[in-house]
């Protein structure tokens, strides 16, 4: 009987050698679910990021505020303060980010909870908490006049009209807050702010604007830091119109005022002035001279009460008065005007008998009032009063290299 081996085929034998080849080549790690190997095919979880970090408690309420995920989309996101309040967000198209569709509160805590899924179908969650700073007192800007009057949006003023941003507190960081605010023209202008005080300041262009200019002015506080915890309580924009150039030249040469439009004279009116000197009253030196500077309308009445004892000349004084006068244009912020006075008719155009206004005749006095809107330029010259002064409503008297220094970013 043989007992020789069965001969092996040279095709088998090769197949043999193939596979001890390729188990032994075989990375280690490697094998069946069951022996202890991850699934390739199992998909990594989502990663979410929030910002600001959780915990964090000083945060500005104008700073950023979102939800990323890397690695899938994000399914929900619910923000809510710490009242209940639930605060809508917007995705951005693709949905890997959020961020929340209105502005935060000061003092408030939100909380907020995030969900991300892979295509796959793994899923991530996440919660995470901060506060928003609480600060130490709030001051809300307006826009005004030079005279106080709301600097109205959609309105029309003159060639003349200052922008002044007016705070309802003192502002100790000047250089912050200047920065927050703006004014932007069509067509566009050099101009600068200027501080009047520590809650108002005032911007005007280097020359009187173009009439027809559009003008934004915007202050951009809320979230902002103005000194000594003192925030920006809201933003604030107007935009208005610059209308026709209404310009009056007062020339105590000759007590007459020459007013042009556009250029061109439309009407020249005789005026009597101040009749200068001064009174001592109380230990106060009142003087009775109209000041020569470049002035602005303000605003007007008809009619308007003129007591002298509000600037500390008693009415049963030698000088006093206490009076109701008709079609009176404002330019000064201590009380000149530009009104009818029937009684001084003789003095217009030869004498100075006022305590400062300008008195016209009732017909110039009604022309002139129609005529006027806020921001339109009266000039007075060649009287013997002291220099008009910025407080007074004299801002385009002071020089432009002056204006510019006092700029808290100068």
């Not at 915990?55 to 500005?60: A, E, F, K, P, Y």
């Not at 003092?107 to 796959?120: L, S, V």
């Not at 009056?248 to 439309?266: F, L, P, R, W, Y």
């Not at 006095?365 to 007074?392: C, H, K, M």
Request: hydrophobic fraction near 35%; include cysteine; charged fraction near 15%.
């Amino acid at each position: 009987m043989n007992t020789r081996p069965p001969r092996r085929t040279p095709i088998l034998l090769a197949l043999a050698i193939l596979i001890a080849v390729l188990a032994a080549c075989a990375p280690s790690g490697t094998g069946s679910l069951s022996s202890g190997g991850t699934d390739p095919a199992t998909p990594a979880a989502p990663t979410i990021t929030v910002v600001p970090a959780d915990g964090t408690d000083t945060v500005n309420p104008a700073d950023p505020v979102s939800v990323e995920t890397a690695g899938g989309t994000i399914e929900s996101v619910t923000m809510t303060n710490n009242e209940g309040k639930a605060i809508e967000g917007i995705f951005t198209p693709d949905r890997i980010a959020w961020k929340p569709g209105a502005a935060l509160g000061y003092g408030k805590t939100y909380t907020i909870a995030a969900t991300a899924i892979h295509d796959g179908g793994a899923r991530t969650e996440r919660t995470s908490t901060f506060s928003t700073v609480k600060p130490g007192n709030l001051t809300k800007p307006t826009f005004v006049t030079s005279g106080g009057n709301l600097l109205a949006d959609g309105g029309t003023f003159g060639v003349g009209i200052v922008v002044v941003t007016h705070f309802d507190e003192p502002i100790t960081d000047r250089p912050a807050a200047e920065k927050t605010l703006t004014v932007e023209t069509t067509p566009p202008v050099q101009g600068s702010w200027y501080w009047a005080d520590d809650q108002n300041v005032h911007w005007r262009p280097q020359n009187y604007y173009t009439p027809g200019t559009k003008v934004t002015a915007r202050a951009n506080v809320y979230g902002v830091d103005l000194g000594g915890g003192l925030f920006g309580q809201e933003d604030a924009v107007t935009s208005f119109t610059i209308g026709d150039a209404h310009i009056s030249i007062a020339d105590d040469t000759t007590k007459q005022i020459t007013v042009t439009n556009n250029g061109e004279v439309v009407r020249t009116m005789p005026t009597s002035m101040g009749m200068g000197g001064s009174e001592t009253i109380n230990g106060q030196t009142l003087t009775f001279w109209t000041q020569r500077g470049i002035y602005t309308v303000l605003d007007k009445a008809n009619p308007v009460i003129m007591d002298s004892s509000t600037y500390g000349l008693p009415v049963n004084s030698r000088l006093g008065y206490k009076e109701s006068i008709n079609y009176a244009t404002r330019i000064s912020n201590d009380g000149i005007y530009l009104h009818e006075l029937a009684d001084t008719i003789w003095a217009q155009g030869n004498t100075n008998v006022s305590h400062g206004c300008l008195n016209l005749s009732p017909d110039n006095a009604r022309w002139f009032y129609d005529f006027s809107v806020p921001g339109d330029i009266v000039e007075v010259r060649n009287t013997g009063g002291a220099p008009l002064e910025q407080w007074q409503n004299g801002d385009w008297s002071v020089p432009w290299e002056q204006w510019q220094a006092g700029s808290a970013l100068a």
